[in-house]
């Protein structure tokens, strides 16, 4: 299955493209499946303080919604899934859901982009990890994950290791950590995405790592694939790449979703 559960369009402020862009060229690199799932509206802030270079305003959204659906009716010959990426921040899990209830979605990305108001991704940022305590950070950003996977809300836990972005690793060994963090995602049957976005970025490699990917698997938790695309051109990238990842950890099936239930299909 080629398939792309991880696309952003130009409404999130920072990715360029029209939905129909990402449908084209989908349609041209031969994929089966097109999900999108750009930003969630930054719905633990209020309005006034939310950065509309982030996400897309909560206006906006049964726009997205609604878009997504007429180009499903519109595109017979590739299946096209209503995702969306949705922040987990701490303490508010009542508003996500609340939000994510309004809408038909077929499955629901989680990210930790923020570790106690601290965004992990953000290049501003990326100086910061010179200083910072990587042992600590990484230890933060795991613990919030974990949090992520049981809070239920999610179906797919995005780009799971997205803390090596700018390739800042802790000397110190990971295993248990890791161990630690698949154990918790397959007890709350929370898919994990393999991501090949990392590998545009200084981590140079695919999001999870080799070994934490094998941890996942050991487990049992499903996968999906996604380029992260906020370019049409991104869609379905180093594609090839993530279905070899995947075999070497041991992954002969990657998770399909409609109507956030879970079906599995063959690689
Ligand atoms: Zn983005
Ligand atoms: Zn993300």
Redesign the pocket.
């Known amino acids: 299955m080629f398939s792309d559960y991880h696309c952003h369009t130009n409404l999130c402020g920072h990715a360029s493209g029209e939905m129909e862009d990402y449908i084209a060229a989908a349609r041209l690199k031969g994929l089966q499946e097109l999900g999108f799932s750009d930003h969630l509206p930054m719905y633990w802030l209020p309005e006034s303080e939310r950065n509309p270079g982030l996400a897309m305003s909560e206006q906006e959204l049964p726009f997205y919604v609604a878009k997504v659906i007429k180009l499903r009716e519109e595109n017979n010959d590739l299946s096209i899934k209503l995702g969306i ?1 949705a922040d987990y921040i701490p303490g508010n899990n009542t508003a996500l859901n609340r939000l994510l209830a309004l809408y038909p979605f077929d499955y629901v990305l989680g ?1 930790v ?1 923020f570790v106690n108001g601290w965004a992990v ?1 953000n290049p501003a940022n990326k100086n910061e990890y010179e200083h910072i305590n990587l042992d600590e950070i990484y230890a933060a950003y795991f613990s919030c994950l974990q949090s992520a996977a049981r809070s239920g809300l999610f179906n797919i836990m ?2 799971p290791d ?1 803390i090596k972005k700018f390739g800042y690793r802790p000397k110190s060994d990971l295993t248990f950590l890791y161990e630690q963090t698949a154990r918790i995602i397959a007890k709350a049957n929370v898919c994990i995405e393999v991501n090949t976005a990392g590998l545009r970025y200084p981590a140079r490699e695919i999001y999870p790592s080799l070994e934490l990917l094998r941890l996942f698997k050991k487990y049992g938790v499903p996968a999906t694939v996604g380029s ?1 695309a906020h370019l049409p051109e991104q869609v379905g990238e180093d594609w090839e790449e993530a279905a070899l990842y995947l075999k070497e950890a041991g992954y002969r099936e990657v998770a399909a979703f409609s109507g956030r239930r879970l079906t599995m299909v063959k690689i």
């Open positions: 990426e990210s982009h991704d995005a780009h997205l992260d």
